[in-house]
């Protein structure tokens, strides 16, 4: 618990370079677990290290870790942050397909989906994960869920 509260600190910070001395730790002493990936995936993007953090995903799912709604956001806000929405919509697709249970989105993830769509001006992936959040998911739209559309129709005016 400790390294993960360190690590992501340091990512907090952008110090990569200690962030990923402590991950290395953790992996050494077998200690890693998904709150651990989440903090070096996020670390990675703080830093603007895209494919670093998805190259740490990927190794994550190769060792037999089990991806979680934390983790996959975390990678869908880097995705969004790069406007990458091909590949957060196929994390995002690939959440709601896990085997043998699906990977429900919180607010949080639809909330960075949204955002994402807002940066490349895809209103009508926007519509649909609004409406896919509220009637399949059952979730509870926040003001920032309101606020994305609404902005994008304020930049188009």
């Given at each position: 618990?400790?390294?993960?509260?360190?690590?992501?600190?340091?990512g907090k910070r952008?110090?990569?370079?200690?962030?990923?001395?402590?991950?290395?730790?953790?992996?050494?002493?077998?200690?890693?677990?998904?709150?651990?990936?989440?903090?070096?995936?996020?670390?990675?993007?703080?830093?603007?290290?895209?494919?670093?953090?998805?190259?740490?995903?990927?190794?994550?799912?190769?060792?037999?870790?089990?991806?979680?709604?934390?983790?996959?956001?975390?990678?869908?806000?880097?995705?969004?942050?790069?406007?990458?929405?091909?590949?957060?919509?196929?994390?995002?697709?690939?959440?709601?397909?896990?085997?043998?249970?699906?990977?429900?989105?919180?607010?949080?993830?639809?909330?960075?989906?949204?955002?994402?769509?807002?940066?490349?001006?895809?209103?009508?992936?926007?519509?649909?994960?609004?409406?896919?959040?509220?009637?399949?998911?059952?979730?509870?739209?926040?003001?920032?869920s309101w606020e994305?559309?609404?902005s994008y129709t304020?930049?188009?005016?």
């Amino acid at each position: 618990m400790q390294i993960n509260n360190s690590i992501a600190q340091h990512g907090k910070r952008k110090e990569l370079d200690e962030a990923m001395a402590l991950f290395r730790e953790a992996l050494q002493l077998n200690c890693d677990n998904s709150h651990t990936y989440a903090a070096i995936i996020n670390a990675n993007i703080r830093c603007g290290k895209l494919a670093a953090a998805s190259d740490i995903y990927q190794q994550m799912l190769k060792k037999g870790r089990k991806k979680d709604v934390i983790i996959c956001t975390t990678l869908l806000k880097g995705y969004c942050l790069m406007e990458d929405m091909l590949n957060a919509v196929e994390l995002y697709v690939s959440m709601l397909s896990n085997k043998p249970t699906a990977i429900i989105p919180n607010i949080r993830t639809i909330n960075t989906m949204l955002r994402g769509c807002i940066f490349i001006g895809e209103v009508g992936l926007c519509e649909l994960l609004t409406a896919t959040a509220q009637r399949e998911h059952k979730l509870q739209l926040d003001i920032t869920s309101w606020e994305y559309p609404v902005s994008y129709t304020h930049l188009t005016l």
